[in-house]
T-cell receptor, first 114, second 108 residues
Framework: DVKVTQSSRYLVKRTGEKVFLECVQD?????MFWYRQDPGLGLRLIYF???????EKGDIPEGYSVSREKKERFSLILESASTNQTSMYLC?????????????FGPGTRLTVT | DAKTTQPPSMDCAEGRAANLPCNHS???????VYWYRQIHSQGPQYIIH???NNETNEMASLIITEDRKSSTLILPHATLRDTAVYYC?????????FGTGTRLQVFP
């Protein structure tokens, strides 16, 4: 089974702190994605990566950056956390060439910024 | 990419069929229709997909209208564990764009 894991299920940070959200997949997938999910807004794509050291902006990249130093790991970084970044963050991975629907999700990290 | 419209919520009695509609009137010829669901506190889970023909798997059936402007996900015998938010997505590339989905509540 494809396994996508995220470093924390719940995280509480203070405004202005630097926050790292880690995502690891064990299926050698090239594509990895970060989404945030908010009530009434569904899932929105923040950043994605098609390969190591490659990244592309999604629909809402402002306030975020990413790092992909190894194929299996995709990190989302909040340089200076703000209260409007309180959200559920979901990571996903996908193998290029496989159908787009074969995008596998991690369990999510619920981040609260106070 | 085509935009999808789904009702915000639906109820279904346990054991009955749940029919979840989705409108995608601007769908283009190479775009597939995908359905995912998200059970509370879990990541989204793929259910089924289709292009033109109706599809069925062990989880659900997908009915796509002939003009492809709408589709219906059918859970033939809903159980309490099917309570979730169901997302209809229309996409041609690797990126999936989720809308707000339909919250399905299955009741005893």
């Amino acid at each position: 089974d494809v396994k996508v894991t995220q470093s924390s299920r719940y995280l509480v940070k203070r405004t202005g702190e630097k926050v790292f959200l880690e995502c690891v997949q064990d299926m050698d997938h090239e594509n990895m994605f970060w989404y945030r999910q908010d009530p009434g807004l569904g899932l929105r794509l923040i950043y994605f990566s098609y390969d190591v050291k490659m990244k592309e902006k999604g629909d809402i990249p402002e306030g975020y950056s990413v790092s992909r130093e190894k194929k299996e790991r995709f990190s989302l970084i909040l340089e200076s956390a703000s209260t409007n970044q309180t959200s559920m963050y979901l990571c996903a991975s996908h193998r290029p060439g496989s159908p787009p629907y074969e995008q596998y999700f991690g369990p999510g990290t619920r981040l609260t910024v106070t | 990419d085509a935009k999808t419209t789904q009702p915000p919520s639906m109820d279904c009695a346990e054991g009955r069929a749940a029919n979840l509609p989705c409108n995608h009137s601007t769908i283009s010829g190479n775009e597939y229709v995908y359905w995912y669901r998200q059970i509370h506190s879990q990541g989204p889970q793929y259910i089924i997909h289709g292009l033109k023909n109706n599809e069925t798997n062990e989880m659900a059936s997908l009915i796509i209208t002939e003009d492809r402007k709408s589709s219906t996900l059918i859970l033939p015998h809903a159980t309490l564990r099917d309570t979730a938010v169901y997302y209809c997505i229309v996409r041609a590339t690797d990126k999936l764009i989720f809308g707000t989905g339909t919250r399905l509540q299955v009741f005893p």
